[in-house]
């Protein structure tokens, strides 16, 4: 049976006033966020050159995680750059998510044109397993791909690009030699072997596949929940940076049929399906993620490790990929 036939729910602790998290990723109020420099990452001696961005370990008292976002400039956030943004809008409201400029292009450039054909308008989310993704497209396969391929080549890992941004965690994982940051998407990379890939932690938007390694090509779906155990085995593509809350309560499938809701008239129905730049300007959301480059994101990555806060009791020094909030605000104009 293929794949195509294949939450986290974040808890406020109440502990910033300044953060909600959302699926992963820390909503900011714009009103919060105050005026830090960037430091410019510089490429280590690795093959290829890699620019990475070492967290910095610090012997003082580190800062809250509300302090440190609350200190950063307009230059420690990065716009969504519209034309590598998907609008997915259901009855519960919309859904953005944040293509990678970096990894697998094909599968970004494909999902791009089924977008810009109209492919999945009238389309639905059929396929919807609790505390593991959300699926959606054409069920029954039988809509017409007018202009994109019909069969994917996996992109599920590929060799490290010269010059890659990379932001290590600096703790260890069970799924990957390494995993940090690459330009805010979470991501695994395997020095000996040369190869780098994108994680399946919450949010993360792929296409769903059969047991053939080339036979996506439509389907996609995105995890409630981290699937790390996917990573290199599908394509990870993109990320949902903001509308997560809108993913969770799309309507679950039936225990015992894999997900595959029965009754079609309790599909959630794709009422649109857009890149950003093709939406008018008046109807776009300005988002802008966090740094990842930045010394900031170093300190902040520093700050969950080992959350300083006087309501923390007990603090680990770890942190796990998925447990990372990628901090997203959304501003009045671009």
């Known amino acids: 049976m293929m794949l195509k036939k294949l939450t986290t729910v974040a808890v406020a602790l109440g502990l910033m006033a300044c953060e909600t998290i959302d699926g992963g990723l820390l909503n900011i109020n714009p009103d919060s966020v105050q005026n830090a420099p960037v430091v410019e990452a510089e490429e280590t001696e690795a093959a290829p050159a890699i620019a990475e961005v070492q967290p910095a370990i610090q012997e003082e008292a580190v800062r809250g995680p509300a302090a440190i976002i609350a200190d950063a400039t307009v230059n420690d956030w990065v716009p969504v750059d519209p034309e590598n943004t998907l609008y997915i809008d259901i009855p519960q409201g919309r859904i953005v998510v944040q293509l990678s400029p970096d990894l697998a292009q094909a599968h970004v450039e494909q999902v791009k044109l089924l977008a810009r054909e109209g492919y999945y308008d009238g389309l639905d989310f059929y396929r919807v397993v609790q505390g593991f993704v959300a699926q959606g497209g054409d069920e029954g396969g039988n809509k017409t791909i007018r202009t994109a391929a019909p069969f994917m080549q996996a992109e599920f890992d590929e060799r490290i690009p010269r010059g890659l941004d990379f932001t290590p965690l600096g703790n260890p994982d069970g799924y990957a030699d390494q995993v940090g940051f690459i330009n805010g998407f979470p991501a695994g990379m395997s020095r000996r072997e040369n190869r780098v890939w994108l994680t399946h932690c919450t949010g993360a938007f792929a296409f769903g596949r059969g047991n053939e390694r080339d036979s996506a090509a439509t389907e996609f779906y995105i995890t409630l929940q981290p699937q790390r155990y996917l990573d290199r085995n599908l394509t990870v593509f993109g990320r949902v940076i903001w509308g997560m809350e809108h993913v969770q309560a799309i309507t679950r499938g ?81």
């Open 254 to 334: 039936e225990p015992g049929n894999g997900g595959v809701i029965v009754d079609r008239t309790k599909w959630t129905p794709i009422r649109s399906f857009r890149v950003a730049a093709d939406v008018p300007v008046q109807d776009q959301l300005y988002l802008e993620t966090f740094n990842t480059n930045s010394d900031l994101f170093s300190e902040l990555i520093e700050a969950r490790r080992n959350r300083p806060e006087d309501f923390f009791y007990y603090r680990p020094d770890y942190l796990d990929l998925c447990q990372m909030p990628l901090p997203v605000r959304l501003t009045p104009t671009r």
